[in-house]
């Protein structure tokens, strides 16, 4: 099960940080990634993250705003987001698999329930 947590509403160039939080299931084992999907769009790969944390992939349009990274022990995923922008408005998912990350939604075994993140200008 994973829950993410983490977005509201802010000024353009702000910063969020979202959460991911993964339960009942061996984290470490498991890419993570970060998608979103504004209203009337598809859903949309952001980034990834390796098991160990230690490769990390992005979207061309999120490249040097956004970092993901992970906890194992805590079990968690995290997107920090600086330099927001309007067009970054969304709701932001979370998405686990077992192996290698990828930046194609269908790969994904799990996701959370994900968490809005308006930005006004």
């Known amino acids: 099960q994973l829950q993410a947590s983490g977005g509201g509403l802010v000024q353009a160039g702000g910063s969020l940080r979202l959460s991911c939080a993964a339960s009942?299931?061996?984290?470490?084992?498991?890419?993570m990634g970060w998608f979103r999907q504004a209203p009337g769009k598809e859903r949309d790969f952001v980034a990834a993250?390796?098991?160990?944390?230690?490769?990390?992939y992005y979207a061309d349009s999120v490249q040097g705003r956004f970092i993901i990274s992970r906890d194992n022990v805590k079990m968690s995923a995290f997107l920090q987001m600086n330099s927001l922008k309007p067009e970054d408005t969304a709701v932001y998912y979370c998405?686990?698999?077992?192996?290698?990350?990828?930046?194609?939604?269908?790969?994904?075994?799990?996701w959370g329930q994900g968490t809005q993140v308006t930005v006004s200008s």
């Open positions: 998405a686990a698999r077992t192996f290698s990350y990828s930046h194609y939604s269908r790969d994904y075994n799990y």
């Open positions: 009942g299931r061996t984290f470490s084992s498991y890419a």
């Open positions: 993250i390796s098991r160990s944390g230690g490769s990390t």
